[in-house]
């Protein structure tokens, strides 16, 4: 049934409508409530279907902004839902240690008459903390959620952690360790990745589809009394390109252009009159990895070539063929520039001083932080280089 919409009329309904929104759209924000979660179905079922398989555990990393937070949130909510379930979830920091780990994730439970820090110390072995796991109620399940593990710095802690899961997934029922976080490859989380056990389900967290992103909209809007015309809807999924925060961010921002002019339906118009905007609220390291990308004292090609990058039809790595850049440039941005040139732009977006931008895997480049796509892409639609519909 459609939501009936009540336009608000005094300032001060205005006022609380745009409160309202302000609460609604959080791209600053990881989801804690599965009532405003959308999508990751299927992912939601692999890692409960893994719980409850005896002596699996679960590693789950990805691209930075993808939801994995929000995703470890309410996956701890769901799993404790099971009868004799307790789910335990902590978010490592640089700081920590194969010791910090256990003593946060056992901080709850005495052994012996003893808190976890003081009977495992600052340097427990791996058979310390085994003992100890072991030594937890049989009847029950506990699921250790460890988030933003790849701020963890200490190499011999991972290997420790890595000789740890091996011993519990052979000898442990009921313990399951879900690890999250950041990265392109098990490689970069895990520098001892093979050790791993092979009882260890590995995911990599995909970018979410567009008809989850729609749902990111089309959940919240009716709910504040709003509605959006489905080419600002469609325009909006495509900028965020799989990246939830970015549909909350330009959601959020087209919500309030909406507003000012009174109005609660958010239009195509309102998308754009919001770039601005939404592009000063994108998160400060972002907009930094952009400014260094294309700084420079003289005239130059960097903003336009960076921008054929964003534009260049890619494969399902998001790698792209220089071919495909220069493509890019002469079909959309009509501009021609001399192979050398342009070859020289790719090449230097590849060198630390600018960032680096892009890394290159052959003859193909990528963007290396993937989130700063949709901003490269905004930014050439807030400049006037291209229009929305040519983002795909
Ligand atoms: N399934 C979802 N439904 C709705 N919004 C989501 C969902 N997943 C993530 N978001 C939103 O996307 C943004 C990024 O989410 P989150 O912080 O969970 O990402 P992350 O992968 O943990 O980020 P990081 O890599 O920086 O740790 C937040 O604004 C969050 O509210
Ligand atoms: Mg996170």
Same mark, same amino acid.
């Given at each position: 049934?459609?939501?009936k919409?009540?336009?608000?009329?005094s300032?001060a309904?205005?006022?609380a409508?745009?409160?309202?929104l302000?609460?609604?759209f959080t791209?600053?924000?990881?989801?804690?409530?599965?009532?405003v979660f959308?999508g990751?179905?299927?992912?939601?079922q692999?890692v409960?279907?893994?719980?409850?398989?005896?002596?699996?555990?679960?590693?789950?990393?990805?691209?930075?902004g993808?939801?994995?937070?929000?995703?470890?949130?309410?996956?701890?909510k769901?799993?404790?839902?099971?009868?004799?379930?307790?789910?335990?979830?902590k978010?490592?920091?640089?700081?920590h240690?194969f010791?910090?780990i256990?003593? /946060?994730?056992?901080?709850d439970?005495?052994? =012996? %008459? !003893? +808190?976890?820090?003081?009977? &495992?110390?600052?340097?427990?072995?791996?058979?310390?903390?085994?003992?100890w796991?072991?030594?937890?109620?049989?009847?029950?399940?506990y699921?250790f959620?460890?988030? /933003?593990?790849?701020r963890m710095?200490?190499r =011999? %802690? !991972? +290997?420790?952690?890595?000789? &740890?899961?091996?011993?519990?997934s052979?000898?442990?029922?009921?313990?399951?360790?879900?690890?999250?976080?950041?990265?392109?490859?098990?490689?970069?989380?895990?520098?001892?990745?093979?050790s791993?056990?092979?009882?260890?389900?590995q995911v990599?967290?995909?970018?979410?589809?567009?008809?989850?992103l729609k749902d990111i909209?089309?959940?919240?809007?009716p709910?504040?009394?709003?509605?959006?015309?489905a080419?600002a809807?469609?325009?909006?999924?495509?900028?965020?390109?799989?990246?939830?925060?970015?549909?909350h961010?330009?959601?959020?921002?087209?919500?309030?252009?909406a507003?000012?002019?009174?109005s609660?339906?958010?239009a195509?118009?309102?998308l754009?009159?919001?770039?601005?905007?939404?592009?000063?609220?994108?998160q400060?390291?972002?907009?930094?990895?952009?400014?260094k990308?294309v700084?420079s004292?003289r005239?130059?090609?960097?903003?336009?070539?960076?921008?054929?990058?964003?534009?260049?039809?890619n494969?399902?790595?998001?790698?792209f063929?220089?071919?495909?850049?220069?493509r890019?440039?002469?079909?959309?941005?009509?501009?021609?520039l001399?192979?050398?040139?342009f070859?020289?732009?790719?090449?230097?977006?590849?060198?630390?001083?600018?960032?680096?931008?892009?890394?290159?895997?052959?003859?193909?480049y990528?963007?290396?932080?993937?989130?700063?796509?949709?901003?490269?892409l905004?930014?050439?639609?807030?400049?006037?280089r291209i229009?929305?519909?040519?983002?795909r």
């Open positions: 049934m459609m939501e919409k009540i336009k608000p009329v300032p309904d205005w006022r409508l745009r409160a309202q302000n609460h609604t791209p600053h924000k990881s989801i804690r409530d599965e009532g959308n990751r179905d299927r992912l939601l692999q409960s279907d893994t719980v409850s398989q005896p002596g699996k555990h679960v590693i789950i990393y990805g691209e930075r993808l939801g994995k937070t929000s995703f470890a949130n309410v996956a701890a769901e799993l404790a839902l099971a009868p004799r379930v307790t789910v335990i979830r978010s490592c920091t640089v700081e240690t010791g910090m256990w003593h /946060e994730l056992l901080h439970y005495e052994l =012996d %008459g !003893k +808190k976890a820090n003081q009977a &495992l110390g600052d340097k427990p072995s791996v058979h310390d903390v085994f003992d796991v072991n030594k937890l109620h049989k009847a029950n399940h699921v959620i460890l988030d /933003e593990f790849d710095q200490d =011999d %802690g !991972k +290997k420790l952690l890595a000789d &740890l899961i091996k011993q519990l052979d000898e442990i029922d009921n313990v399951t360790l879900i690890l999250v976080g950041v990265a392109r490859n098990l490689a970069d989380l895990f520098a001892d990745h093979e791993l056990p092979r009882a260890m389900m990599k967290m995909p970018r979410m589809a567009s008809d989850e909209i089309l959940t919240r809007v709910d504040i009394g709003m509605g959006i015309e080419n809807l469609d325009a909006t999924v495509s900028l965020s390109q799989g990246f939830p925060g970015y549909t961010l330009l959601a959020l921002h087209a919500g309030r252009a507003i000012a002019r009174q609660i339906e958010i195509h118009a309102d754009e009159a919001a770039l601005q905007e939404a592009l000063a609220d994108v400060e390291h972002i907009a930094a990895a952009y400014k990308a700084r004292s005239q130059n090609n960097y903003e336009e070539v960076l921008l054929a990058c964003a534009l260049a039809q494969d399902e790595q998001g790698m063929a220089p071919s495909a850049v220069s890019a440039l002469e079909q959309k941005l009509k501009k021609k001399s192979g050398a040139s070859s020289r732009n790719l090449a230097q977006f590849c060198e630390k001083a600018r960032g680096p931008t892009l890394i290159k895997q052959g003859a193909n990528g963007f290396d932080y993937a989130l700063l796509k949709p901003f490269v905004m930014k050439g639609v807030e400049k006037g229009l929305i519909r040519d983002v």
